[in-house]
């Protein structure tokens, strides 16, 4: 049903790092098309909402503050494969652990600043974009 589609998002640290155009571009070129896409700032209420899954890890607090500390890029993108290819394309969580040319090897500081989310299930794909756009932005 959704399995075409993923949520994504540009984190602060790559923002603040200039690297949103080179991140978008290596998106396009692996061949995903944006349905979605917006740039905001999320609170940290709205931060710990988002993580909610990970609220018993010890790294929470850190995370939450981290991902509401800036602007984001949030997008909703469309392929065959979508969440899985995504998460080829991004890389290791780690980014010490990445492959070679992948967007968090290239652009991620450090494990808790990594550059770029991308969903880890159809499922989720669905609740995250859910959270960010609603039917009239996308396209
Ligand atoms: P994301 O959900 O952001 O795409 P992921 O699915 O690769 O990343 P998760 O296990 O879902 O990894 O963790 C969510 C985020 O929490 C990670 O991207 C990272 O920024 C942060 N994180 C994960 N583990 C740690 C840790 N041990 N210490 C600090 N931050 C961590
Ligand atoms: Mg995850």
Known sequence: MATNRTFTMIKPDAVRNGHIGNILQMINAAGFRIIAMKYTNISLAQAKKFYEVHAARPFYGELTEFMSSGPIVAAILEKDNAVADFRTLIGATNPAEAAEGTIRKRYA????????????SDENAVIEGDFFFSGLERF
Request: proline share 0%; hydrophobic share 25%.
């Open 109 to 120: 500081t450090s494990l808790g600043e990594n550059a770029v989310h991308g969903s880890d």
